[in-house]
């Protein structure tokens, strides 16, 4: 494989996880605001987070939430 075709392959698995990480945000993103509403600021901490396994686990909570927070708590804080 020339330099050249390893750089394409490895634009396109980039590009693949770009994707699946934007869907699942996306996911978490109209979940959340049609249960509970969502802030600014709510909303950025998950366009943030890209973090395939904290967005499964925050999706997989929203199955059995009641309050967004138990949500959210999945996803990492910040750093500030």
Known sequence: ????????????EEGRKEARVA????????????????????RELIEAT?????LDAAIDEFAVAEVKESVLSKL???ER
């Open 1 to 12: 494989m020339t330099y050249a075709e390893e750089l394409k392959t490895k634009g396109r």
């Open 50 to 54: 890209d973090d395939t396994a904290a």
């Open 76 to 78: 990492p804080t910040p």
């Open 23 to 42: 869907e699942k945000q996306d996911v978490l993103i109209r979940q959340l605001s049609r249960k509970f509403g969502l802030t600014d600021a709510e």
